[in-house]
């Protein structure tokens, strides 16, 4: 596809201006903070730049863990917290190093994994899933514990695949994408009030991860070529 401008084709720049007006139109009808809104349009750089294979996904990605964890803190998401803080963050870190450090004439060195190694991680998949799934069916209050343990497993993965540079991370990413509007499909029947605007949200994610698995195919073929 032609490049317009800075390395960006009509697409991505389309994309990229939607996605921001999808962040704004959450911020307007939520009546959210200006913070909140920073956190919000830097999520949404964050995976459009990684679906590009962007260093610069790690720095907005940086802002945007460390600002979820502190709305995380004051709603009282301590789980959440500690996900961000512990998780993510250092992942970060990882990311932008290993990024920075496997670039060929400047682009990204994009990887696909070997049948021997998609079959271990879709074995931690399903097993970390069940497991975690199983855990959270006894606490008071939990809302859908598989299909929760299926988003929260499902992210560790495919962050861990992102780190390493494996195509295959937006695969994940999809199907994690789906568990997730399917989960908020859920509790919008159930009456919650953010449903719709949570399932927007995440069908933008999916259509991003499409498109990232898209980039990084090619990517990755023209590395092995």
């Given at each position: ?25 959450f911020t307007v009808i939520s009546k959210d903070s200006l913070f909140g809104f920073t956190v919000f349009i830097t999520g949404v750089l ?180």
């Open positions: 596809m032609k490049k317009v401008a800075g390395g960006w084709n009509l697409f991505e720049m389309i994309w990229l201006v939607l996605f921001t007006s999808i962040a704004v139109g964050c995976v459009v730049l990684a679906a590009k294979g962007n260093l610069m996904s790690y720095v907005f990605g940086m802002y945007n863990t460390v600002g979820y964890a502190y709305l995380a803190y004051i709603n009282g998401l301590f789980g959440e917290v500690m996900l961000n803080l512990l998780f993510f963050v250092p992942m970060n870190v990882i990311g932008f190093y290993m990024w920075k450090n496997n670039r060929q004439g400047g682009k990204l060195a994009m990887r696909q994994m070997e049948l021997k190694g998609l079959f271990l991680v879709g074995a931690v998949c399903v097993l970390g899933c069940l497991l975690l799934g199983f855990g959270l069916s006894f606490i008071p209050g939990q809302n859908s514990p598989y299909i929760d343990a299926i988003t929260t497993v499902l992210s560790v993965v495919a962050t861990f695949l992102m780190v390493r540079r494996f195509k295959e991370q937006w695969l994940v990413y999809i199907v994690l994408n789906l568990f997730t509007v399917l989960l908020w499909a859920i509790r919008m029947l159930e009456g919650s009030g953010e449903g719709l605007l949570m399932i927007v949200m995440w069908s933008a994610y999916l259509v991003n991860a499409v498109y990232g698995y898209y980039i990084w195919n090619k990517g990755a073929k023209e590395v092995a070529a």
